[in-house]
């Protein structure tokens, strides 16, 4: 499950989902608006995108979150670009966050989520 902004705390919360059935795979949190106190995932992986000059999701608000996914042995990658501000989506801007897509993908591929 991915989302974006707001969508990323909707996707985090969908991450503590107890019941296999609707439980998603992986979480791809982009900036997300994810505060802490948000339920650890059930053992699926995280990714997370976030650009260093996002005025509204302040990479820092996401450390402490990074720091519980490890303390809980949850598989965490996190990137955050110098530049993107907020709501880089999918665009290439020429700004480094626009790489984040393939990195994505590099990170599905290398945990077996898809193939090629």
Known sequence: MMGFSAGGLL??????ETEA??????????????PRSVPMPVAMPVFIAQADDDPTVKPESLLGY???LKQAKIPVE?????????????????????????????????????KQ
Not at 11 to 16: N, P, R, S, V
Not at 88 to 111: H, I, V, Y
Request: no cysteine.
């Open 11 to 16: 996707a985090a919360l969908m991450g503590g």
């Open 66 to 68: 990074y720091a519980a």
């Open 78 to 114: 996190m990137h955050i670009y110098n530049s993107g501000g907020h709501g880089f989506g999918m665009k290439q801007t020429g700004k480094t966050s626009a790489s984040w897509p393939l990195q994505f993908e590099d990170w599905l591929e290398e945990r077996g989520l898809v």
């Open 21 to 34: 059935a609707v439980r998603p795979n992986f979480l791809a949190l982009i900036y997300p608006a994810v």
